[in-house]
């Protein structure tokens, strides 16, 4: 089963129109991503709870990291730079972090709100490499800027 963002940017906007609290956003968010694919393997969000900080948010998979420094692995890349990152093989890029020893591959997009400001990163990690692309990326941030406003 693989992904369709176009229904699932549908499915998302009625069941989050309105909303404004960012943590019921992110938890309806994951619950609704996880089970629309069978390679996220592990998804969820980091949130920025202080500077150069992420502590985990809204997940579904086994247990995640409870903290990641900005310095470090494929989430605190992306908090870091801003920049979304698409990682084929997990073992390559270097400091990554094995919250889970099943994961092969992730892609990880900042999180912003309406006005900008960083809020946290998306995680998506699968245990097949290369599970990810282009098409996940944007389909992933559309989704994101609807719900989020960033």
């Given at each position: 089963?693989?992904i369709?963002?176009?229904?699932?940017?549908?499915?998302l906007a009625?069941?989050t129109?309105?909303e404004?609290?960012?943590?019921?956003?992110?938890a309806?968010?994951?619950?609704?991503?996880?089970?629309?694919?069978?390679?996220?393997?592990?998804?969820?969000?980091?949130?920025?709870?202080?500077?150069?900080?992420?502590?985990?948010?809204?997940?579904?998979?086994g247990?995640?990291?409870l903290?990641?420094?900005?310095?470090?692995?494929?989430?605190?890349?992306?908090?870091?730079?801003?920049?979304?990152q698409?990682?084929?093989?997990?073992?390559?890029?270097?400091?990554?972090?094995?919250?889970?020893?099943?994961?092969?591959?992730?892609?990880?997009?900042?999180?912003?709100?309406?006005?900008g400001?960083?809020?946290?990163?998306?995680?998506?990690d699968?245990?097949q490499?290369?599970?990810?692309?282009?098409?996940?990326?944007?389909?992933?941030?559309?989704?994101?800027?609807?719900?989020?406003?960033?």
């Amino acid at each position: 089963m693989r992904i369709d963002y176009d229904e699932k940017a549908k499915t998302l906007a009625a069941l989050t129109g309105g909303e404004q609290d960012v943590i019921a956003l992110m938890a309806t968010m994951v619950c609704e991503l996880h089970h629309a694919d069978d390679r996220f393997d592990w998804t969820g969000f980091y949130r920025v709870t202080q500077p150069e900080v992420l502590r985990i948010g809204p997940y579904q998979g086994g247990h995640g990291c409870l903290f990641i420094p900005f310095s470090r692995g494929v989430c605190g890349a992306a908090a870091r730079t801003g920049q979304v990152q698409l990682v084929d093989d997990v073992d390559a890029f270097e400091g990554h972090i094995a919250c889970a020893s099943s994961t092969r591959s992730e892609v990880v997009l900042p999180v912003r709100s309406a006005d900008g400001t960083l809020i946290g990163v998306l995680d998506i990690d699968s245990d097949q490499p290369g599970a990810f692309d282009s098409a996940d990326v944007d389909g992933l941030t559309g989704l994101l800027r609807q719900t989020f406003g960033g």
